[in-house]
């Protein structure tokens, strides 16, 4: 045999050999020198995983495991198991970085797939639990629910003019109950009630936000109301993690006969299809072009100028802003007047602030800029019971870098806000309940630059930030500062004042606080009602 052709038999037989040892080799310097950059970040594994997370969803206690990650593995908290990723985003810092960062935050904003947006949002149509993947329509759609919002939401005398109208009719509510129930209060035979917190906020709201909604007031017999309230609490229920995760893996039992989930998918679609029926095809017959009323009005006028903006998307929208608008503030207002009985020193200060600057007449948003005590006490609320824990699932469209650790595509994205505002190193002594922390040393409130406020994110932030910030605050600030004007809040005398324990609240995509009965009193120096 030549040498040439004894080299070449040589070189075939070890060439499988060598390219082994060669693959071997650049595997451990990838291993070495780049994997190092893309280091999964810390997070606990092992057999439990995944028993840990669904006891804790069927619980209710996510967050609740969240916050003990996060004082154990620190800033971000990566859980890789069978069912999926997930990571949760445990500083201020992280979460700024990874939804607004230039580079990554068009891959950082998307929305898991959820049962909720496929059943109940016509398909996955809507703005809240959709993204430009599944909704084409998504960036056209969330600017015009944010300007529809906006309009109605903040500072706009119409929405002033209803909410004031709507308190006025809930104080002269109360006094008539204080006037036929009065009784005996430490002794004293005083005009003091009990009232069902829950139901008292809930009304009033659904029935300002049904005005907001169709620009009409509402006659007794209206349905718009209570269709508001009962949609509202369908979603809540489907959004809870338990249901909704046994839905999306198990989507055939909403049709399984007697089951919970069957009556409840039922339930939900027809509250959604009556309230559909009242707001929007009867919105659609009334509507006079040139002269929108509410915000079906704006909605329907601005699809005389936009083609792409067909019916299941104001649908959607009416949709989206019910369920996030009714649920989010009425667990807010409920929370506020609870801590109002449990801190009567709070309350007190809140009064005099009024008192000086309000006096006697209705308070109106203008008095916000006058009122940075109540405006603190509100953030302190929000703050303290943080009742959208872990805010709105995000997901990852590709694999991201941050702070040197690799998220890998399509992993469930946790804002653990619920951690973020106990962080001792984000405000001190958390779990005190203590509204001067929002102050300055003038007694102001703090400008969002400050870095305590740089720190506080209950609404996100970025591209899926909640469009109804302002909302939220403003008519959290007409009902407390009214409804304080007046009234004191106390402990009930026939029940028990429910404590501020974790587990007063309930288990949801936004926590639920349980039936909560207090009592009112009119407050004896009594300005005149407007
Ligand atoms: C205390 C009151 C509220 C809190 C704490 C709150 C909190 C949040 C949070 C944490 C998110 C998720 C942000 C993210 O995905 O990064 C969100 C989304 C949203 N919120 Fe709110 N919210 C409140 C009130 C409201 C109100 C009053 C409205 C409507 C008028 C509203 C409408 C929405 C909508 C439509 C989204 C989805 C936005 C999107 O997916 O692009 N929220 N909210």
């Known amino acids: 045999m030549a040498l040439t052709d004894q080299i070449g038999c040589l070189l075939g037989s070890a060439l499988p050999w060598l390219l082994a040892v060669t693959g071997v080799l650049l595997y451990l310097l990838h291993k070495i020198f780049v994997l190092p950059k893309k280091t999964v970040p810390p997070g606990p594994s092992g057999v439990r995983l995944l028993f840990d997370i669904l006891k804790a969803v069927k619980g209710g206690t996510l967050h609740l495991l969240g916050e003990k990650w996060a004082r154990q593995y620190g800033e971000i908290v990566m859980c890789r198991t069978i069912i999926g990723n997930f990571c949760f985003l445990n500083s201020a810092r992280l979460v700024r970085q990874v939804f607004t960062d230039k580079e990554i935050e068009l891959v950082t904003n998307d929305r898991p797939k959820t049962f909720t947006a496929t059943c109940v949002m016509y398909n996955s149509k809507d703005v809240s639990f959709s993204d430009t993947v599944t909704n084409p329509n998504w960036l056209k759609m969330r600017k015009l629910l944010h300007s529809t919002i906006k309009f109605y939401g903040?500072?706009?005398?119409?929405?002033?003019?209803?909410?004031?109208?709507?308190?006025?009719?809930?104080?002269?509510?109360?006094?008539?109950?204080?006037?036929?129930?009065?009784?005996?209060?430490?002794?004293?035979?005083?005009?003091?009630?009990?009232?069902?917190?829950?139901?008292?906020?809930?009304?009033?709201?659904?029935?300002?936000?049904?005005?907001?909604?169709?620009?009409?007031?509402?006659?007794?017999?209206?349905?718009?109301?209570?269709?508001?309230?009962?949609?509202?609490?369908?979603?809540?229920?489907?959004?809870?993690?338990?249901?909704?995760?046994?839905?999306?893996?198990?989507?055939?039992?909403?049709?399984?006969?007697?089951?919970?989930?069957?009556?409840?998918?039922?339930?939900?679609?027809?509250?959604?299809?009556?309230?559909?029926?009242?707001?929007?095809?009867?919105?659609?017959?009334?509507?006079?072009?040139?002269?929108?009323?509410?915000?079906?009005?704006?909605?329907?006028?601005?699809?005389m100028s936009n083609d792409w903006l067909k019916d299941d998307h104001i649908r959607t929208l009416i949709l989206n802003i019910i369920a996030a608008a009714f649920i989010t503030s009425n667990e807010l207002l409920k929370s506020i007047f609870l801590y109002m009985v449990h801190y009567p020193q709070v309350m007190k200060k809140i009064q005099q602030e009024i008192d000086s600057t309000v006096e006697h007449r209705a308070p109106s948003l203008d008095d916000r800029r006058s009122c940075p005590f109540t405006e603190a006490a509100i953030l302190e609320v929000i703050r303290i019971t943080s009742n959208v824990p872990l805010g709105v699932w995000h997901e990852t469209r590709e694999d991201i870098v941050t702070d040197g650790y690799c998220i890998p595509r399509g992993t469930v994205l946790f804002e653990n806000i619920w951690w973020m505002n106990r962080d001792p190193a984000a405000f001190e002594n958390p779990e005190v309940f203590r509204p001067e922390r929002f102050l300055d040393d003038e007694g102001q409130l703090l400008p969002p630059t400050h870095p305590t406020r740089w720190r506080f994110l209950p609404f996100g932030i970025g591209k899926r930030s909640c469009p109804g910030e302002s909302f939220a605050r403003s008519r959290a600030f007409l009902y407390v500062t009214t409804l304080l004007q007046q009234f004191e809040f106390l402990p009930p005398v026939n029940h028990d004042l429910l404590p501020l324990r974790l587990d007063s609240w309930a288990e949801g995509i936004v926590l639920e606080l349980k039936p909560c009965p207090v009592a009112i009193k009119r407050r004896s120096q009594q300005p005149e009602t407007s």
């Open 154 to 303: 903040s500072g706009v005398e119409k929405f002033e003019n209803v909410m004031q109208t709507e308190l006025c009719r809930l104080t002269k509510m109360l006094e008539t109950k204080l006037k036929t129930n009065g009784g005996m209060h430490h002794g004293q035979l005083e005009e003091y009630c009990e009232v069902e917190l829950e139901k008292m906020i809930s009304t009033s709201i659904q029935r300002a936000l049904a005005i907001l909604i169709t620009g009409e007031e509402q006659n007794p017999d209206s349905k718009v109301p209570q269709l508001i309230g009962d949609f509202s609490l369908c979603v809540q229920r489907v959004l809870s993690p338990t249901i909704e995760s046994v839905l999306l893996t198990l989507p055939f039992l909403r049709f399984f006969p007697g089951t919970y989930y069957k009556e409840l998918c039922e339930n939900t679609l027809k509250c959604r299809d009556m309230l559909i029926e009242e707001v929007v095809t009867k919105g659609k017959a009334k509507h006079v072009p040139g002269e929108p009323k509410g915000m079906i009005g704006s909605l329907l006028e601005a699809q």
